[in-house]
């Protein structure tokens, strides 16, 4: 088998001057000693503008060569360190990747895919990193909602009433609220997102009714400015029983999802999603503290999101909540 060689800096030089004086390739392939298709190949990717100069191609080949001999980012241990502390963190590959990017004053580090590639290469899987991402197994599981209350809500505004701007998460201060039981129904968590900046809050009830709900509600709600809080949107569960009471008190619109529509709210789904890898389903709630519960929140609320651009719900909530103070003439007209 013949051995292939690479072609030199002064037959870069003999191609240019043969070109240039209007030789065809197969021309000066013969003259080179070497196939139509190695100069072909060599005149394609080391030409610019439709022009090959013999200078211009030697550096063109040259940076091919140092990119093609970089190690692998995860080759490197302090990357290897910092993916691996952000994998057990609960990041996901994307944000691990997204957030060293905006790190690094946009300059990319590693890619969110090499990372995946590595989770599920043999000493990946050896290693158990995939039990770190939100979900374990490569096919996605169906989803249910909880059953819609029976006796029906007063006052109820659909979601399809609701405005515009509202729906495109542009403006500051709208929520959406959910709830997630705890084994055999026993107490349960009410949870607010505000859809703008994807701030997370949850707060643990006694049980999922009206009573406890509007009480979260309003202590929650109550804890903001009236501007971080214009409106919220909630499902038909029956702890949203007494939603007319957020209109009263602190002057707040709700809107309901329609039946069996948990995507209406998806965004507050999602980060539901994200507090069950640590609070799994048929968990007993009853051993679960306030105090736990807000650890756990407080690191889903530091973990950067793509939606915003690598920027943390914490740190996105604090600078929306910092112009409404700046700013009081501030509206939803704007």
């Not at 392939?29 to 190949?41: F, M, P, Q, V, Y």
């Not at 990041?91 to 995946?116: F, L, Q």
């Not at 909530?317 to 003439?329: V, W």
Request: aromatic share 10%; net charge positive.
């Amino acid at each position: 088998m013949k051995k292939h060689t690479k072609i030199k800096a002064w037959e870069r030089d003999k191609i240019a001057v043969m070109l240039s004086s209007g030789a065809n390739i197969r021309s000066v392939a013969r003259e080179l000693g070497r196939s139509h298709s190695s100069i072909l190949s060599e005149i394609k990717r080391n030409s610019l503008g439709g022009e090959y100069q013999a200078i211009r191609a030697n550096d063109l080949s040259s940076k091919r060569n140092v990119v093609s001999r970089r190690l692998n980012p995860l080759k490197d241990p302090a990357t290897y360190s910092y993916v691996y502390d952000k994998l057990r963190s609960g990041w996901s590959p994307e944000e691990i990747s997204g957030r060293s990017k905006r790190d690094n004053d946009g300059k990319a580090v590693i890619c969110h895919e090499t990372i995946y590639r590595y989770i599920y290469s043999p000493e990946g899987r050896k290693r158990g990193l995939f039990e770190y991402l939100v979900r374990q197994h490569r096919k996605r599981r169906k989803w249910y909602g909880r059953r819609q209350y029976q006796r029906g809500i007063p006052d109820r505004i659909s979601l399809d009433l609701r405005p515009k701007y509202i729906n495109s998460k542009k403006k500051f201060g709208h929520w959406e609220v959910d709830s997630v039981e705890g084994k055999a129904h026993r107490k349960g968590i009410h949870t607010f997102l505000e859809r703008k900046t994807r701030f997370y809050q949850a707060v643990l009830l006694e049980n999922i009714d009206s009573e406890f709900g509007v009480k979260a509600q309003l202590t929650l709600f109550g804890s903001l400015p009236s501007k971080a809080r214009r409106s919220s949107t909630f499902d038909n569960g029956r702890e949203n029983y007494n939603h007319t009471k957020l209109n009263i008190h602190l002057g707040m619109k709700t809107y309901f999802c329609d039946p069996n529509s948990a995507w209406q709210k998806g965004a507050n789904e999602h980060f539901n999603g994200v507090l069950r890898r640590y609070i799994p389903k048929k968990t007993d709630l009853t051993t679960l503290g306030q105090f736990e519960l807000d650890e756990i929140v407080e690191e889903i609320n530091n973990r950067p999101l793509k939606c915003l651009r690598y920027e943390t719900p914490n740190e996105a909530f604090a600078r929306e909540l910092k112009s409404i103070t700046n700013y009081p003439g501030w509206s939803d007209s704007d």
